[in-house]
């Protein structure tokens, strides 16, 4: 089945450590994003990728980094920097081609302890 | 200003009403929108786009107005299941693979 996935869907760490979010997608998609949402807010754009090995920062870059070296997979990386890590992070893509769907993965749960 | 905003809420409306929310953007130059519905602890799925012309899926109409900036979305006949959070949505640099600004998001509560 086509679609996206995240892993893992839980993760508590420590602070000061950096962290790795997987998002891997199977449609063949050009574009991809991470979002973060806090409790009662709505999504706000970390980063975004247009294509392969291109990558833009969205609202809320610092203290986040990402790649992009295939076309299917865009890990995030939450570093030490991130002042207030703990949330849920949701990763999506959309083929850009007359359509504005984002499809999601489920998400992942960052808790920072 | 946001550059997408949404009333949060919460609404709560019984079952059978009508309920409808605005959602306003500050980029006059966006050119398409949307509205996803996000259940408790899952990730947003695609309700409807929202055309110029606006556009209908069953109970739920969609609404563009360009003079004022908005869109909107109307619920006739809710149901318990239409309980959910409401996201607003804007392609606010008007290309296919443009950057899509979130609102906060409106909470929909439907009681018996």
């Given at each position: 089945?086509?679609?996206?996935?995240?892993?893992?869907?839980?993760?508590?760490?420590?602070?000061?450590?950096?962290?790795?979010?997987?998002?891997?997608?199977?449609?063949?998609?050009?574009?991809?994003?991470?979002y973060?949402?806090?409790?009662?807010?709505?999504l706000?754009?970390?980063?975004?990728?247009?294509?392969?090995?291109d990558?833009?920062?969205g609202?809320?870059?610092?203290g986040?980094?990402?790649?992009?070296?295939?076309?299917?997979?865009f890990?995030?990386?939450?570093?030490?920097?991130?002042?207030?890590?703990?949330?849920?992070?949701?990763?999506?893509?959309?083929?850009?081609?007359?359509?504005?769907?984002?499809?999601?993965?489920?998400?992942?749960r960052?808790t920072?302890l | 200003?946001?550059?997408v905003?949404?009333?949060?809420?919460?609404?709560?409306?019984?079952?059978?009403?009508?309920?409808?929310?605005?959602c306003?953007?500050?980029?006059?130059?966006?050119?398409?929108?949307?509205?996803?519905?996000?259940?408790?602890?899952?990730?947003?799925?695609?309700?409807?786009?929202?055309?110029?012309?606006?556009?209908?899926?069953?109970?739920?109409?969609?609404?563009l107005?360009?003079?004022?900036?908005?869109?909107?979305?109307?619920?006739?006949?809710?149901?318990?299941?239409?309980?959910?959070?409401?996201?607003?949505?804007?392609?606010?640099?008007?290309?296919?693979y443009?950057?899509?600004?979130?609102?906060?998001?409106?909470?929909?509560?439907?009681?018996?």
């Amino acid at each position: 089945d086509g679609g996206i996935t995240q892993s893992p869907k839980y993760l508590f760490r420590k602070e000061g450590q950096n962290v790795t979010l997987s998002c891997e997608q199977n449609l063949n998609h050009d574009a991809m994003y991470w979002y973060r949402q806090d409790p009662g807010q709505g999504l706000r754009l970390i980063y975004y990728s247009q294509i392969v090995n291109d990558f833009q920062k969205g609202d809320i870059a610092e203290g986040y980094s990402v790649s992009r070296e295939k076309k299917e997979s865009f890990p995030l990386t939450v570093t030490s920097a991130q002042k207030n890590p703990t949330a849920f992070y949701l990763c999506a893509s959309k083929d850009g081609v007359n359509t504005g769907e984002l499809f999601f993965g489920e998400g992942s749960r960052l808790t920072v302890l | 200003r946001k550059e997408v905003e949404q009333d949060p809420g919460p609404f709560n409306v019984p079952e059978g009403a009508t309920v409808a929310f605005n959602c306003t953007y500050s980029n006059s130059a966006s050119q398409s929108f949307f509205w996803y519905r996000q259940d408790c602890r899952k990730e947003p799925k695609l309700l409807m786009s929202v055309y110029s012309s606006g556009n209908e899926d069953g109970r739920f109409t969609a609404q563009l107005n360009r003079a004022s900036q908005y869109i909107s979305l109307l619920i006739r006949d809710s149901k318990l299941s239409d309980s959910a959070t409401y996201l607003c949505v804007v392609n606010m640099y008007g290309t296919s693979y443009g950057k899509l600004t979130f609102g906060q998001g409106t909470i929909l509560t439907v009681h018996p």
